[in-house]
């Protein structure tokens, strides 16, 4: 009955709708996890060994404006990235009322199967080896989905998961979570709340309403963290997969530049300083939080929670070089820092994970 509700629903589609969002499909294993990491080893993380098991139009790289909160980054299906007007599908880039379905008729991933107890469908799977020169690696993503919301707490929980493996992991261990627990990221674990039958962690899910992305719900920008052995050498693998069918596509979003690793320092950690002048660190924080003016500017500092509160502000000025943040009476789980530069309003966003 799915399929059929399904073929229905897209036989009726008339029109394409183009989004702003700039999407180059089938690219090699080296260039996405290049494109992850930056140039290898320059935010810490050198990378080997890239293999992509994935069809050839279920990965690319993407650019361009949307309600991501994601601008740059490379993305993995389980079905095409990019809409094709000649053969009449949709990807990523195109309006919620848009059918991103693509059935690829390609193997599910084991692994994935075993978080959900159930068959899978069309992967799309990047892995790599790599050497961190700090204790902990980490990196910024977005699970989306056009099962949602029809279909939250149901047997079609599309699936995907960061596996490390390497000294301290004993087996492959996903690090795709919800912050601060061990609860694998998927349509039953993060949705709108509709359903009641599971537990829908609604504060980190967007219900998508905006014109430039196909998927009509997805998660706010997560980060996946491992702590690590300086210099070692570990294998992450990056999978995602249809469950229990192959129809309606699902696609993780992971950001330009975000595999890092490093220490309780601003060495390569943080997210502002290319384009602010600022550095903030860490981004997994504990009794503090720590700024540095790089360039002498005048700002505001909002500390906000994951509903939009605003839980604390503060007035950084020209003189002052260094300022910190006591992050200790904070309860766990993630945080928005934004930053606002006075002299031309421009703003700035920094998630971090109170542990």
């Not at 099962?147 to 047997?155: D, H, M, T, V």
């Not at 795709?176 to 039958?197: K, Q």
């Not at 979003?253 to 290319?274: D, Q, T």
């Not at 550095?279 to 790089?294: A, D, F, G, H, R």
Request: proline content about 3%; aromatic content about 10%; some cysteine.
């Amino acid at each position: 009955m799915k399929h059929v509700i399904l073929l229905f629903s897209f036989l009726t589609i008339s029109q394409f709708s183009w989004a702003q969002l700039n999407i180059t499909p089938n690219k090699t294993a080296s260039y996405l996890a290049n494109k992850l990491v930056a140039t290898s080893g320059t935010l810490g993380v050198s990378v080997t060994n890239a293999v992509l098991t994935c069809d050839s139009n279920a990965n690319g790289e993407f650019s361009g404006t949307s309600n991501l909160g994601i601008a740059d980054g490379i993305a993995l299906g389980t079905g095409d990235v990019a809409s094709n007007s000649a053969l009449n599908s949709f990807g990523l880039d195109g309006h919620p009322g848009d059918f991103a379905s693509t059935t690829n008729n390609a193997p599910g991933d084991a692994q994935l199967g075993a978080i959900v107890l159930a068959t899978t469908y069309d992967a799309c799977v990047l892995e790599f080896d790599m050497q961190p020169v700090g204790a902990f690696v980490e990196f910024e993503y977005v699970f989306g989905s056009e099962e949602y919301p029809e279909f939250n707490c149901s047997a079609f929980n599309d699936i995907f998961g960061f596996f490390i493996s390497g000294p301290g992991f004993s087996a492959p261990t996903n690090i795709a979570l919800i912050p601060l627990t061990t609860t694998a990221v998927s349509i039953n674990s993060i949705n709108d709340g509709s359903v009641s039958t599971c537990s829908p962690n609604t504060a980190l899910y967007v219900n998508n309403t905006d014109t430039i992305c196909t998927m009509d719900g997805f998660t706010v920008p997560l980060i996946a963290h491992a702590n690590v052995t300086t210099g070692a050498t570990y294998h992450l693998k990056l999978a995602i997969a249809d469950v229990m069918d192959g129809v309606l596509n699902s696609y993780v979003i992971l950001k330009a530049n975000s595999l890092k690793s490093g220490g309780m320092n601003p060495n390569g950690i943080n997210a502002f300083s290319k384009e602010s002048g600022l550095e903030v660190y860490p981004t997994m924080i504990s009794n503090e939080c720590m700024i540095n003016n790089l360039t002498g500017e005048n700002w505001t500092i909002t500390m906000e929670d994951m509903n939009g509160r605003i839980i604390a502000s503060y007035t950084l000025t020209s003189n002052q070089k260094n300022f910190i943040i006591n992050t200790d009476n904070l309860t766990k789980g993630i945080y928005i820092l934004k930053a606002q530069r006075l002299s031309d309003q421009h703003r700035f966003v920094q998630r971090l994970i109170k542990e």
